[in-house]
């Protein structure tokens, strides 16, 4: 089992920036696809962003395109989510997770691991 866990979460105004990482345990980091899902208060988990295993591939939510940007280095077992131009409404919990395939995924149900997030808070 992948243990994930995320960093770079924080209070930033709106239209800043923020950079989350993600790092996974484990020898099988690169063959696997990610994503990033985030949750805010009294909302269900909505799906952000994803990448296939070798980061050919990504796809995003329409909340967000143009605005984020999925990546990830192999070699470092370490997937990102830089979010430029912040909104208040993207204020929530981030949690990155991966999904046991290699082409990227919009399902969550497709994910079976996960991090313990890392909190997002975008000021107005």
């Known amino acids: 089992q992948v243990q994930l866990v995320e960093s770079g979460g924080g209070l930033v105004q709106a239209g800043g920036s923020l950079r989350l990482s993600c790092a996974a345990s484990g020898r099988t980091f690169s063959s696997y696809a990610m994503g990033w899902f985030r949750q805010a208060p009294g909302k269900e988990r909505e799906f952000v962003a994803t990448?296939?295993?070798?980061?050919?591939?990504?796809y995003y939510a329409d909340s967000v395109k143009g605005r984020f940007t999925i990546s990830r280095d192999n070699a470092k077992n370490t997937v990102y989510l830089q979010m430029n131009s912040l909104k208040p409404e993207d204020t929530a919990v981030y949690y990155c997770a991966r999904a046991p395939r290699r082409g990227s995924t919009t399902l969550r149900q497709e994910y079976d691991s996960w991090g313990q997030g890392t909190q997002v808070t975008v000021s107005s």
């Open positions: 990448i296939s295993w070798s980061g050919g591939s990504t």
